[in-house]
């Protein structure tokens, strides 16, 4: 029998898909929505926002349904940006606050700058918010471009309209400790943002991202797409106000799905289909405007709707139409899928948490597990760890149902195949599994700890005196 026959009846046989060869450096999008909930998009089951566009996405590409993030805004950022738990790599409670000393220290190495180090231009535009001082703004971290906000649509004076939605009355009173909202062009101030420009913002990044493939499409390129939508406050586009039945939440994540089909029908365009990598996610779980159906909790918090977030993975050829992978991921995954991709170099002089996830983006037969464990930090608090099915809420944990503070909290063990929604704890009935999962949590201790300090955490970027983006330059 002809040889090549052989083979390809041999991968027809083994139920993978015949790829074309991965071309050496191909382009990456990455597409992050601000607060989107695990089920406000159609293939993640939504029935009250229309996504046609992104259903064409999970059509054609893959859906990653345990993808995780952290509970908010920066933490989840850093794992992105850095390949670590964020607690490695920006060890803070929260988020990052306007004029706030500390940042994403320069020493830490982005997949930004993984990428430019083989080639790559890179871009982000949109929400950085890892940093607002000129040493932490993504052109000191690697992008040669950046156009959008530096952290979220919220942070300003209320007179502005960044503390009330649209249609709503402007609060009575600024909070005194945010300035203004600015827009950035690398670094420098192009405007302040007031309502008018909060509803543009979708339009205006996204008709930037199409300007950008289209000039760099003879090039390797990286282009990080962060939306400001759909946090608070809400400002659907003008041509998106009440175009759904369902109220301006609904109009914002519509214009979203608009804004995602307009990036792959340029891809498709311009001829890059073949060499264009695309994922999109959300930075976490919704909100309590959200849908997180199935899953239980919302932003904040580290139950699955807090964490586990809507993700695509999109590259026609390569990776396997109409597909899905329950396989545990998250943020820290990209940076070393888009260097083993690209023939980047990982930092060898540091931890990363990370792994490529290639193999199960790809659906090669028999691709072991990425990653066997998860562990669920809030701030610098581990709460849960997750290893296979199972997930283990600790005792340093303060889920939102622990309200009486006299009681000692129980660990409680969910099995996450058989109960998603983490409504009912096994620990009872399967006592070595919760032995197993503590075991696990006792080793993360001599690593990133289980509350404050630790010795697996680097050092924060720190500035002396801090100043207002506005201000600086005008």
């Known amino acids: 029998m002809n040889p090549t026959y052989c083979a390809l009846l041999t991968l027809l046989l083994s139920g993978s898909s015949l790829a074309a060869e ?6 990456f999008i990455f597409i992050n929505i601000d607060d989107l909930g695990y089920a406000d ?3 993640f089951g939504s029935k009250l926002n229309r996504t ?5 996405m999970a059509k ?9 993030a952290a509970p908010v805004c920066s933490p989840s950022r850093t794992a992105l940006m850095t390949g670590c738990y964020p607690k490695r790599a920006l060890p803070i409670n929260g988020v990052l606050f306007p004029g706030n000393p500390i940042g994403l220290s320069p020493n830490e190495i982005t997949v930004a700058e993984v990428l430019k180090g083989v080639g790559y231009s890179t871009a982000i535009i949109g929400k950085w918010h890892l940093g607002d001082q000129p040493e932490f703004l993504p052109n000191q971290q690697g992008f040669d471009l950046h156009f959008g906000l530096p952290y979220s649509n919220d942070m300003g004076p209320a007179g502005d309209g960044v503390k009330s939605s649209l249609g709503q009355p402007l609060p009575a009173a600024a909070k005194a400790n945010q300035p203004p909202l600015p827009l950035l062009r690398n670094g420098k101030v192009v405007k302040r943002v007031l309502p008018d420009d909060q509803q543009s913002l979708v339009e205006i990044y996204t008709e930037e991202a199409v300007k950008y493939i289209a000039e760099h499409k003879t090039e390797p390129f990286f282009l990080y797409i962060p939306h400001n939508a759909v946090h608070f406050p809400i400002y659907p586009g003008k041509k998106w106000v009440g175009k759904s039945p369902n109220g301006i939440y609904s109009d914002w994540v519509e214009e979203v799905d608009w804004s995602v089909g307009r990036v792959l029908d340029t891809v498709r365009e311009q001829g890059l289909t073949e060499r264009t990598f695309v994922i999109f996610t959300s930075d976490n779980g919704g909100t309590p405007r959200a849908v997180n159906t199935p899953l239980r909790g919302n932003k904040g918090s580290t139950w699955e709707g807090g964490m586990r977030v809507p993700t695509i993975a999109w590259w026609p050829g390569q990776i396997p139409a109409d597909t899905s992978t329950d396989a545990i991921s998250g943020m820290f995954d990209i940076l070393p899928t888009f260097a083993a991709l690209s023939g980047g170099k990982l930092p060898t002089d540091r931890k990363l948490d990370g792994a490529d996830l290639w193999p199960h983006l790809s659906g090669a037969p028999g691709a072991q597990p990425a990653h066997e464990s998860f562990f669920f930090y809030s701030g610098l608090t581990l709460e849960a760890v997750r290893h296979g099915d199972w997930k283990l809420q600790i005792v340093q944990g303060k889920p939102a149902s622990n309200t009486n503070s006299d009681k000692p909290f129980v660990p409680r063990l969910y099995n996450l195949k058989a109960d998603i929604g983490e409504t009912k704890s096994v620990a009872d009935e399967n006592p070595e599994v919760v032995a197993k999962l503590q075991a696990l949590v006792a080793i993360m201790k001599e690593d990133l700890g289980l509350d404050g300090p630790a010795p697996g955490s680097r050092e924060l970027g720190r500035v002396s005196n801090p100043k207002p983006l506005i201000g600086m330059d005008r």
């Open 22 to 27: 991965l071309p050496s450096k191909p382009n």
């Open 41 to 43: 998009i159609g293939p």
């Open 52 to 56: 046609p566009n992104l259903d064409r």
């Open 60 to 68: 054609e590409g893959r859906k990653l349904t345990s993808f995780y």
